[in-house]
């Protein structure tokens, strides 16, 4: 519903949507597998990295509008796409400067900076792993003072948290 301006031809379905937008010369299909309890979305076109990340924005803001809702993005591996990956796990392994994921299943290594560049430009996940936002809680006067770039930001409660 919330990208209702980009279905194609009204084609929808009852778990799924054919997207297009024309700026980023791209298609996109969504489709929920209510079965397995997964969304599943392809992307195609000139531009369909950046198509890409405007439907997932859309679906992480609809995810976050539900209060204990787990959600895990997973990443297909292009050889094996029956198999996927946690994107948090691929992070993880970036932030320690690890580049090589073993798949012990198929007795290969895949390039982590490979797996996750396919899902959005490094710079994209440095710049919102960058954005931190320091939370002062004041307890004497019941005032809470924010700073930083608050733009798709996670509230973390404790005592001089950081929000990322």
């Known amino acids: 519903v919330k990208r209702h301006q980009d ?4 084609l929808q379905w009852r778990t799924g949507v054919v997207l297009e937008d024309k ?6 299909i969504v489709k929920a597998d209510m079965r397995d309890r997964k969304i599943e979305i392809w ?4 531009q369909k990295k950046g198509y890409f990340s405007v439907i997932r924005k ?5 995810n976050n509008s539900f209060e204990k809702l787990e959600v895990k993005e997973l990443i ?7 198999l996927a990956i946690e994107y948090d796990e691929l992070l993880g392994y970036e932030l320690a400067n690890k580049d090589e994921y073993f798949v012990g299943k198929l ?10 560049n396919g899902i959005e430009k ?3 996940r440095q710049r919102r792993m960058n954005q931190s ?9 019941r005032k809470v003072s924010v700073g930083g770039n608050v733009e798709d930001a996670n509230l973390i409660a404790g005592d001089e948290n950081t929000m990322r």
Do not use: W
Request: aromatic share 6%.
């Open 7 to 10: 279905i194609k031809n009204k």
């Open 23 to 28: 700026a980023f010369r791209a298609i996109g």
């Open 43 to 46: 992307v195609t076109g000139e």
């Open 58 to 62: 859309t679906l992480t803001d609809i």
């Open 76 to 82: 297909p591996l292009n050889d094996h796409p029956e």
């Open 107 to 116: 007795r290969k290594s895949y390039s982590v900076s490979k797996l996750l």
């Open 122 to 124: 490094k710079e994209d």
């Open 133 to 141: 936002v320091h939370v002062h809680f004041d307890n004497s006067v």
